[in-house]
């Protein structure tokens, strides 16, 4: 299990188990200012979508390139994947949970895009920032100490990797790609997300080899995670506000 345990907050001091006010307040701001601009960086720019609208046939480095950007400005993507990765130290588990997590959304990018599965985006993008809920409450030891059990990390990985990837299928359903070439260029917008997974997880995993070396990552580990669980829900709200308002 990959959380703070229950022998490991009981032997924090108070004044570590206690959110740092001012860095809570840092960083759930940051996370406001940088993911409300184009409903949370999660919208098909305007530029990419009149490009696509008015091409056709087989396009791979665009669709590789929109891929990468799109994985890379994904913050509600970023953060799910900063707290799987939070606990895990080495590679070997590393590279596991994010394969599982990379083989549940290629499996519903291609079937929600092949399938026209209609999910609307605010209601998938509102179980996203679920997601990230989710693990920010796995990590903190909650479903153990609340339920007594803790829930399979693996299947769970997997299960929000389905989801996360029909959040994708609706950006690309946003393209209203043409049909020619559409198998190939679904393929090289899916190696583009890795790409671009891959590049902000390498970025992720270097920063927090530095902080995990320092007393500030234990005193502070609880502080991110609820920080992280507030931007999940801020995510959420803003999804549900938005499905609230376009009815």
Not at 198 to 212: C, D, E, K, P, T
């Given at each position: ?17 206690r ?48 891929g ?11 953060l ?110 899916n190696v ?16 927090m ?16 995670n ?13 999804q ?8």
């Amino acid at each position: 299990m990959h959380s703070l345990s229950m022998g490991a907050m009981d032997a924090m001091d108070a004044s570590v188990v206690r959110p740092n006010r001012s860095l809570l307040l840092l960083l759930f701001t940051a996370l406001l200012f940088l993911g409300m601009p184009d409903a949370l960086a999660h919208a098909v720019a305007e530029g990419d979508k009149g490009f696509i609208q008015e091409s056709s046939g087989v396009m791979v480095l665009p669709f590789i390139y929109m891929g990468a950007k799109h994985m890379i400005t994904g913050y509600d993507h970023l953060l799910f994947l900063f707290g799987v990765i939070f606990f895990l130290y080495r590679l070997k588990d590393v590279g596991l949970y994010v394969t599982l997590f990379a083989v549940g959304h290629t499996v519903t990018l291609l079937l929600g895009v092949l399938a026209e599965i209609n999910i609307s985006s605010y209601v998938i993008d509102a179980i996203i920032g679920f997601s990230v809920v989710y693990k920010a409450l796995d990590n903190l030891g909650a479903f153990q100490r609340w339920f007594g059990h803790q829930p399979n990390t693996k299947a769970a990985t997997l299960i929000f990797g389905l989801l996360h990837g029909f959040g994708l299928a609706t950006k690309i359903q946003e393209y209203e790609i043409s049909a020619d070439g559409l198998i190939t260029n679904l393929i090289a917008f899916n190696v583009g997300v890795e790409i671009g997974q891959l590049l902000a997880l390498s970025a992720i995993l270097i920063v927090m080899g530095y902080w995990r070396r320092t007393a500030s990552f234990w005193r502070h580990a609880y502080t991110a995670n609820v920080a992280m669980m507030s931007a999940g829900f801020l995510l959420m709200g803003y999804q549900l506000t938005g499905l609230i308002v376009s009815q």
